[in-house]
């Protein structure tokens, strides 16, 4: 009964964390967050310009229409992160569109990693989410979450492969 209640006020997010995209799901809802993972800064100030929702899709229309004072980086490079505070603001901000005005509680997010990362580039996955918002934060090899999601039997005895 308390899961329930919890899932009703907090439902769990799903993250792809993304080198062009960045694509978030609620559970029960499907996928409600699908924008670019890139972030606009003021140079020299790395500030977020837009009381910090210069992100995704925002900041993308940016490119080439904004004083040169303004950059647009991408936070991730081969789905790796290259920089952790913008990683940080890029993941705050999916997971508050995400949530809406849904209640103070954290959400729980599963985040889908490349299988090759290191456990340093784990580590940093993780705690850019922790501080983002995230409440319990769970890793999945990209591999596996979309065998998951493909509905193959990963729990079974058989072969499977994942082609992408």
């Known amino acids: 009964m308390l899961q329930r209640i919890r899932q009703w006020f907090c439902p769990d997010l799903a ?4 080198t062009a995209n960045t694509l978030v799901a609620i559970q029960g809802e499907g996928i409600t967050v699908n924008e670019p993972s890139v972030v ?9 310009p837009g009381r910090g929702t210069a992100v995704g899709k925002l900041a993308r229309q940016m490119l080439g229409r904004t004083p040169d004072s303004i950059t647009v980086v991408r936070p991730l490079k081969d789905g790796v992160i290259t920089d952790f505070e913008l990683c940080e603001t890029m993941l705050r901000y999916f997971i508050r569109k995400a949530r809406r005005q849904r209640s103070g509680m954290r959400p729980r997010v599963v985040i889908a990693v490349p299988g090759g990362i290191t456990p340093v580039e784990r580590q940093a996955v993780f705690n850019s989410a922790e501080r983002a918002g995230a409440g319990r934060v769970f890793l999945v090899d990209e591999a596996r979450a979309a065998g998951i999601g493909a509905g193959l039997p990963i729990s079974e005895p058989l072969a499977s492969m994942v082609c992408d």
């Open 15 to 18: 993250i792809d964390l993304g």
């Open 40 to 48: 606009a800064l003021q140079k020299g100030s790395r500030r977020v």
